[in-house]
T-cell receptor
């Protein structure tokens, strides 16, 4: 199956800072999803992105399918952005270890 | 649509007991996944169904685990003779697979504690 690696594993930011999370996958994927896991454990859909860039408010995601990676940008981070971020191929939904983001006030 | 629904949300059981969890996918979603997640780890794939057919099962899944989706709608995950190591969050997801990739949505999970 497709292997997913995310970096960095942990990220600590001051509120207002920007950040970039990276997702590498071992084989080509047609669509990639980004999720945010809230403190109660639910995975919230952020982006469903085949290639190119999508934006939603302070968040945007870019996938370069030919080079097998995707980036999640968080601008002007807020404490509510804290949590674990996962990426996964959309059809064969497999996860890496995620990036744990902590935003400090 | 109310999204993916899982029941119960929490379950505490004694070691050796059997437990069963239920997942109701988004209506008309033909693909359903089960995952297990322990603290500090990403969700670990267990199995998935396309309609009522179980198409893949993780080798990590011992024979104490069984999943069904008898009518291609809701699914159940049963764990027999529970062990303390089974304590985890069990997540269910669904998607509508048309032969192309499609977006998966997750339920709120069932948190199992084996004492």
């Amino acid at each position: 199956g497709i292997q997913v690696e995310q970096s960095p594993p942990d990220l600590i930011l001051q509120e207002g800072a920007n950040s970039t999370l990276r997702c590498n996958f071992s084989d080509s994927v047609n669509n990639l999803q980004w999720f945010h896991q809230n403190p109660w454990g639910q995975l919230i859909n952020l982006f469903y992105i085949p290639s190119g860039t999508k934006q939603n408010g302070r968040l945007s995601a870019t996938t370069v399918a030919t080079e097998r990676y995707s980036l999640l940008y968080i601008s002007s981070s807020q404490t509510t952005d804290s949590g674990v971020y996962f990426c996964a191929p959309a059809r064969h939904v497999r996860f890496g270890a995620g990036t744990r983001l902590t935003v400090k006030p | 649509d109310t999204g993916v629904s899982q029941d119960p949300r929490h379950k505490i059981t004694k070691r050796g007991q059997n437990v069963t969890f239920r997942c109701d996918p988004i209506s008309e979603h033909n693909r359903l996944y089960w995952y297990r997640q322990t603290l500090g780890q990403g969700p670990e794939f267990l199995t998935y169904f396309q309609n009522e057919a179980q198409l893949e099962k993780s080798r990590l899944l011992s024979d104490r685990f069984s999943a069904e989706r008898p009518k291609g709608s809701f699914s159940t995950l049963e764990i027999q003779r529970t062990e303390q190591g089974d304590s985890a969050m069990y997540l269910c997801a669904s998607s509508f697979d048309r032969g192309m990739n499609t977006e998966a949505f997750f339920g709120q999970g069932t948190r199992l504690t084996v004492v």
